[in-house]
């Protein structure tokens, strides 16, 4: 294929407009936009059609299925994500980024950008942060919750973290809930027999998240670092971030697809098995407070939380225990298109869409390149049909997997073609992309 491509006739967006013009990438990058030259040009046609930067998902568990995932991705207009490092029992986070790297990122379609975890709270030591920076590392993320799984972080670890993260201008990420309080409302059900999923949100009430989002917020103004609230809920934890905004802090939050869309409940249906996460869903006023959030910018992000996990392998088996159920649900590539979907409801503008869903997370966790249209950036793409009504479909999603909580759902377009630096990977809605590989993006520096 030529080595330069013209994407013409399409509107192009940006978070503070959209106007009409033609996009021309050489050699992996954005080499001009408006009036371009064509002259030995591959054109993709985008006549009627808007054209987005790629989308960033900043919040995905991609490690063990990267090929599948990533491969979605793209199919769904996503061309960089963040993705969570795992971590085997006994290595240090600089380990564990090292060996992803080495053995996980050769088999990226899309682009990666690491988030380093804290898994093993007791082990953490002063450097580790400096270390695992050192590899291109920009962010850390804490689980406050999950005491029964040995990760949750007590306030001592978190503040040292936050503390080494602030002095090397990482951001923290944090999973906020109250995991020991969590931890006696889960023991209470199960004593009492009750082992049904109805249990899962009885057991993690949303004032357990806001009372987690206020300290975490708290701990990061005294650390002095930038704090960043993974899967907000609803009103209470909203409200503690727009307080830390209000002094000042540098805070954000994110909303995830599955919040966005469903109910409480949905975990007391027959299909509840389908929505086992955390945090929990919440009510229908919880879930309107969030589109508000993410129209007038009480949010900041719009992510997937993708989890690569089966219905019949990891779900079905132990169904009829919520303590043993693994948690999340897949989405990575339905974010954007339903993003797209939501946009004209509730006041989201497309501009507003490519705030959340591509220009700020580039902006926030440092991806140079990202997350806009323009000269210079990487010849990363979204062409998006609005005139072609579709539906998503597990087969459209094309991630390997048995299930999507999204089955069916109705779509306003569908994506025709993406491009990922510079390479026509998705063409009329059909991956063209299985040469192409991703890049590691270093960030932090
Ligand atoms: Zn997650």
Redesign the pocket.
Known sequence: MSAVTAVVGGTIVSPSGSVAGDVLVRDGAIAAVGEVDRTGAEVVDASGCLVLPGAIDV?T?IFGAVADDTRSALLGGTTSMLA?VDAEPGERPVEAARRTIADELPKAHADVALHTVIWEPEAYRPGDMRDVHALGVGSVKLWLAYIELGIMADDDVAFAVMQEAAALGMVVLAHCENGRVIDVLTRELVAAGEMGLGSLPRSRPIALEAECVHRFLAMAEVAGSTAYV?HVTGSRPMQELAAARGRGQAVYGEACVHHLLFDESCHHGDDALRYVMTPPLRSPGDRAALRGGLVRGGLDTYAS?HCHLRLDRDKVPVADDFTRVPT?VPGIAARLPIGLALAGEDGLTVERLVEVACAAPARIFGLPGKGAVAPGNDGDLVVWDPAAPSAITLEGLGDGLDWTPYDGFELPGRIRHVLARGVHVVEDGTFIGEEHRGAYLAVGG
Do not use: E, L, Q
């Open positions: 919040h568990h969570f993974v939380d999340g």
